[in-house]
T-cell receptor, first 110, second 113 residues
């Protein structure tokens, strides 16, 4: 079983819709969770950090964490063409190592 | 604030040559990471430094790869001799200690012919 698994995608949504990205992780002791956005040919860019159960909102992005279910998600509201990218879920399994999912590619159709 | 700075951005060289990738972490960050990204394997952690000391090099693929961090503001990743299968994008990232996010440089796109 992979340490971090994401819905495989690709995910295609119309402009203005909500994009929903899911991620599960295997290490129940994980303490910090991140979403990175990676445009084609660019480096991963941190867009959200979440450390406790519940929701965290930042602009059009909402991260949701459920440690009991070992599940973290990212919602992108009012999706824009500029949101088209690969989104990487990353989980701290100890105090330094980030385990990355394979990524979900999102395409927002104008 | 300046982010993580990597050089060169692109490197094309022939098989057997030595390749040196460079990284300057964000000032004040004491954790530094080298990653390799390919389509097949995704992001792989190669080595982790804490306070300039290599802590985890279990991801270094073989003895042809070596990494150093002589001071808090500079690290190198060296491949000698290089092989075509080393072609990938190599990222350097840095972070504060503990369960903090990592911040990535722009990467070096390496092509070994």
């Amino acid at each position: 079983q992979k340490e971090v698994e994401q819905n495989s995608g690709p995910l295609s949504v119309p402009e203005g819709a909500i994009a929903s990205l899911n991620c599960t992780y295997s290490d129940r002791g994980s303490q910090s969770f991140f979403w990175y956005r990676q445009y084609s040919g660019k480096s991963p860019e941190l867009i959200m950090s979440i450390y406790s159960n519940g929701d965290k909102e930042d602009g059009r992005f909402t991260a949701q964490l459920n440690k009991a279910s070992q599940y973290v998600s990212l919602l992108i509201r009012d999706s824009q063409p500029s949101d088209s990218a690969t989104y990487l879920c990353a989980v701290n399994s100890n105090d330094y190592k980030l385990s990355f999912g394979a990524g979900t590619t999102v395409t927002v159709r104008a | 604030d300046a982010g993580v700075i990597q050089s060169p951005r692109h490197e094309v060289t022939e098989m057997g040559q030595e390749v040196t990738l460079r990284c300057k972490p964000i000032s004040g960050h004491n954790s530094l990471f080298w990653y390799r990204q390919t389509m097949m394997r995704g992001l792989e952690l190669l080595i982790y430094f804490n306070n300039n000391v290599p802590i985890d090099d279990s991801g270094m693929p073989e003895d042809r790869f070596s990494a150093k961090m002589p001071n808090a503001s500079f690290s190198t990743l060296k491949i000698q001799p290089s092989e075509p299968r080393d072609s990938a994008v190599y990222f350097c990232a840095s972070s504060d200690p503990g369960f903090q996010p990592q911040h990535f440089g722009d990467g070096t796109r390496l092509s070994i012919l």
